[in-house]
């Protein structure tokens, strides 16, 4: 029911064996001058066919009727039947009945003897259900925008990867190539010069050529990390120890099995969460020691990377602009997994991913990256 009814009577099923109790209700109805139509039922089967079938706005219903009761007539509703307002009117329930039906779902209760109120409860009753369906109407959608954005997100993790690939392959085969032949150039100068001066210019190009040569194979590692074709393991290893060379903190990796093989796009996501990890704790962490331990335990693969820095406050880690934390649990989502970040000022921060490994959750994830 998308609103209250304004134009169009109200359609009331009152499920009532008493037929003088159903005209004490269409007079009381009639002298609050609701516009309605109204049907009176008494059994369970024929209560339920209508209900179900969208028949009716609104349901009254009396608590005892010969056979069941206003409960069993509530639970014969299906998930359709059960949007409809059910109010229970009724002389023969006690208060803890009345409220432990509402407590099932039953909107709400009304005494026979206090007929005078029983539009207001009805307008009220509407009023609440068309709120619910509001919410329930807003939920969905944001359920639905939600998995759009998630797939869109999977979207652009694959696009940047495959660009990142293009990007280390044309530094590989272009400047990586001109560099080498450069460097094989400025070799057989050198052979064939016995000046000292242009031998002094020619080390000096010839070093820089190297660290050119060093920065171009960082930064192809980076866009496209081919070690990971070595196991997932060697690739976090080489993170480790590079980033342990860099910023002299001490970095241990332990892990329980060497042989680590998950699939492709659930090892770039392991990959790139422990180098983003360990880029924000050389950043923000101030720490001497940092922990990395990765399992296939339980068919589950869990990355964890730890610190003893000077941890993230609540404030920080959920400030709009924290987009590296946001931006690891959505790579994390695309493989049907998620990221868990524990953290409390002046005792660190502990991130750990979490992949299921089984065979049906991964279906289809390696088409995402070819």
């Known amino acids: 029911m998308d609103s209250i009814p304004s134009a169009s009577p109200l359609r009331i099923l009152h499920l009532e064996d008493s037929l003088p109790d159903h005209h004490l209700v269409r007079r009381a109805l009639d002298k609050a001058s609701l516009a ?4 009176r ?20 219903a009396d608590y005892r009727l ?4 206003a409960v069993e007539a509530w ?6 039947g059960r949007r409809t307002p059910f109010i229970l009117l009724s002389g023969a329930i006690g208060e803890a009945a009345a409220v432990s039906a509402i407590h099932l779902g039953i909107s709400d209760y009304l005494h026979k003897d206090d007929l005078d109120r029983l539009s207001r409860v009805i307008l009220r009753a509407l009023e609440v259900q068309q709120a619910r369906d509001a919410k329930a109407k807003a939920d969905k959608e944001l359920a639905a925008s939600e998995k759009r954005l998630a797939e869109f997100a999977g979207y652009l993790q694959t696009a940047i990867e495959r660009e990142r690939a293009a990007i280390a392959r044309e530094i590989h085969d272009d400047i990586g190539g001109s560099l080498a032949a450069a460097k094989l150039d400025l070799a057989w100068i050198a052979r064939h010069s016995s000046d000292t001066t242009t031998h002094s210019h020619i080390q000096a190009a010839t070093d820089m050529l190297q660290h ?15 070690i990971l074709d070595q196991g997932l393991v060697a690739a976090v290893q080489w993170l480790a120890t590079s980033f342990e060379k860099r910023t002299g903190i001490k970095t241990i990796l332990r892990t329980s099995n060497e042989q680590l093989h998950p699939p492709k796009p659930i090892q770039l996501t392991a990959y790139r969460t422990a180098q983003e990890a360990l880029t924000n704790i050389s950043k923000y962490a101030q ?14 693969l869990t990355l964890e990377i730890s610190d ?27 493989v049907g997994g998620w990221l ?16 299921p490994l089984a065979e049906t959750t991964q279906e289809g994830l390696e088409e995402q990256f070819k």
Not at 289 to 299: C, F, G, P, Q, R
Not at 322 to 329: D, E, N, S, V
């Open 66 to 69: 010969p056979g069941f009761t």
């Open 75 to 80: 639970s014969a509703l299906t998930p359709i």
């Open 287 to 300: 720490c001497s020691m940092v922990h990395i331990d990765l399992s296939d335990a339980e068919d589950f």
């Open 308 to 334: 003893n820095g000077i941890g993230i406050s609540q404030e920080a880690l959920h400030k709009p602009t924290a987009f590296g934390i946001r931006g690891l649990q959505e790579r994390a989502k695309t």
């Open 340 to 355: 868990d970040v524990s953290t409390r000022p002046g005792t660190g921060t502990s991130l750990v991913l979490s992949v």
């Open 36 to 39: 309605y139509t109204i049907r």
């Open 41 to 60: 039922v008494e059994s369970l089967e024929t209560f339920a066919d209508i209900a179900n079938t969208g028949g009716c706005d609104i349901v009254l």
């Open 212 to 226: 050119a040569l060093g920065a171009s194979q960082r930064i192809m590692m980076s866009l496209r990390p081919s």
